[in-house]
């Protein structure tokens, strides 16, 4: 399946946008810490601070205009040309298909090529391996583990820390500046 990242809109954030936002199913217990619901509010709100807090947001849909879900490039640090990115299958029917690898890797070009972002970050649930693949998969490395950083059910857990590089300012091993 092809996809593409096209600049999310206010428009883009209708009632279907909201339901993947919506954490019935328990899909959003690895996308959030909190694990709560987003309003409809809670996202306008979302859209509407991102240009202030430098984050760039997209919509991932597929060829046929299937809107599969989000990416969020930030908010990206100018200083030091780093970015968190985050990304959100949120459409509960193209789940599994290995699409977010194919989002992360559409959005590792956007970030180094477009947005001159010199390294990418992230992290995630020990419990999250589809997560830890497609990240993995689309070129990032693990690149640490946080012990006990989340508390879930009464319990701790880690956080597996994953980044990628842009090869303009790495060597090809992806662990020293050249």
Request: charged content about 25%.
């Amino acid at each position: 399946m092809r996809m593409k990242l096209a600049a999310l809109q206010r428009a883009d954030i209708d009632a279907e946008f909201v339901s993947w936002y919506q954490n019935n199913d328990g899909h959003l217990d690895f996308f959030t810490g909190s694990r709560r619901s987003f309003s409809h509010e809670d996202l306008v709100e979302w859209f509407a601070q991102s240009k202030m807090r430098n984050t760039h947001l997209y919509l991932i849909s597929d060829d046929d205009g299937g809107r599969i879900g989000t990416l969020k490039i930030g908010p990206v640090d100018t200083v030091n040309k780093t970015s968190d990115l985050v990304c959100l299958i949120g459409n509960r029917d193209y789940l599994g298909r290995g699409l977010a690898k194919e989002a992360i890797g559409l959005g590792n070009k956007i970030a180094f090529n477009e947005l001159g972002i010199r390294r990418l970050h992230g992290g995630m649930y020990e419990s999250n391996v589809a997560s830890i693949k497609a990240y993995t998969r689309a070129g990032w490395i693990i690149e640490g583990r946080m012990k006990g950083y989340y508390w879930v059910d009464g319990k701790p857990m880690d956080r597996i820390c994953v980044a990628c590089f842009n090869p303009s300012y790495f060597s090809e091993d992806n662990s020293n500046a050249d």
